[in-house]
């Protein structure tokens, strides 16, 4: 059998995030139970209008993130902690691609009512 190192053991990162994943565990458990709320009244709004609440539909897609990320984080997949301690990747890309399209705008002015280009 091999010794145990209690160093190891001790580490405080690890303890730190057991924590987190207890307080993750909970938070999913409640997710669950919601979705399952969620589910049965967007069932309802299908069966009288014949189409899902976009405004439920909406909310749902970000509890499906949360889910997806938070059981990646406790299955050991990731150390990214989810929501709300999850970096927003989108509002990272959303904003490159402002600036990207800036950049193309620039590089290629639109002419003007005289056909010449804008500077």
């Known amino acids: 059998m091999k010794n145990i190192d209690k160093e190891e053991i001790l580490k405080t990162s690890k303890w730190i995030r057991f924590l987190f994943m ?21 069932f309802l709004f299908f069966l009288f209008t ?13 509890l499906i993130e949360f889910v997806n990320d938070t059981l990646a984080f406790l299955l050991f997949s990731t150390e990214e902690k989810p929501f709300p301690f999850k970096k927003e990747d989108e509002e990272i890309a959303s904003n490159n691609e402002i600036i990207d399209a800036e950049i193309e705008e620039a590089e290629h002015p639109e002419p003007n009512d005289n056909g010449e280009a804008n500077t």
Not at 50 to 56: C, V
Request: aromatic share 14%; no cysteine; proline share 3%.
């Open 22 to 42: 207890l307080g993750y565990a909970f938070a999913i458990n409640f997710v669950i139970s919601i979705s399952i709320g969620l589910a049965f009244i967007q």
């Open 50 to 62: 014949s189409k899902p609440n976009t405004a439920i539909a909406n909310f749902n897609s970000h």
